[in-house]
């Protein structure tokens, strides 16, 4: 199974931007890379995915690395309601068996 | 609307006990996903599911058991001999297409005593 690294913990300030490393070495040419987050006591949330070119939604946008060996999640302007627990994770392209794993994600705190 | 539910919200049982968390999606999802967490930790793989009538173990498997006997259902069993069962438990649903996303629940709370 391919996996991510992610920071244990980030911080930033209110109204600037955030962003939020993942390295995938291991990644093959068809996973895409999806990043989820997720605040206290709910379930993760969907934020954005992509495959080799950055994308652009409304909640945040997604930076691919050439390799694609890394990626990084953009938070143009960090509100107090972006502190959540931030995870990266592959999934294949394909219809193969996929067992889905999480890593420990980032905890990101936005200080007022 | 469509979504995935989890019930119940909040679950006590006294230690030796089996129990079954619920898990049902109405996205008309191929694949089902049990995950566990605990307090300040990341999501662990328990058990997943493709297809009806067919399902893998993830990372932390013993101790539970699943059944996949509808498209719609995934109920996950935490038995007694899940050493510490107490956690919260997460149930996923997706298509089978990787630039598909996960649709979680909003989680069951187990507390075993």
């Known amino acids: 199974d391919a996996k991510t690294t992610q920071p244990n913990s980030m911080e930033s300030n209110e109204e600037e931007p955030v962003h939020l490393p993942c390295n995938h070495s291991?990644?093959?040419?068809?996973?895409?890379i999806h990043w989820y987050r997720q605040l206290p006591s709910q379930g993760p949330e969907y934020v954005i995915h992509?495959?080799?070119s950055n994308v652009n939604n409304r909640m945040a946008s997604l930076a691919i690395a050439e390799d694609r060996k890394s990626s990084t999640l953009i938070l143009h302007r960090a509100t107090l309601r972006d502190a959540a627990v931030y995870y990266c994770?592959?999934?294949?392209?394909?219809?193969?068996?996929?067992?889905?794993?999480f890593g420990t994600g980032t905890r990101l705190t936005i200080i007022p | 609307d469509g979504g995935i539910t989890q019930s119940p919200k909040y679950l006590f049982r006294k230690e030796g006990q089996n129990v079954t968390l619920s898990c049902e999606q109405n996205?008309?999802?191929?694949?089902m996903y049990w995950y566990r967490q605990d307090p300040g930790q990341g999501l662990r793989l328990i058990y997943y599911s493709q297809i009806v009538n067919d399902f893998q173990k993830g990372d932390i498997a013993e101790g539970y058991s699943v059944s996949r006997e509808k498209k719609e259902s995934f109920p996950l069993t935490v038995t007694s001999a899940q050493k510490n069962p107490t956690a919260f438990y997460l149930c996923a649903s997706s298509t089978r297409v990787g630039n598909s996303p996960l649709h979680f629940g909003n989680g069951t709370r187990l507390t075993v005593t």
């Open positions: 996205l008309n999802h191929d694949a």
């Open positions: 994770i592959l999934r294949a392209s394909n219809f193969g068996n996929e067992k889905l794993t």
């Open positions: 992509g495959l080799t």
């Open positions: 291991t990644i093959s040419g068809t996973d895409y």
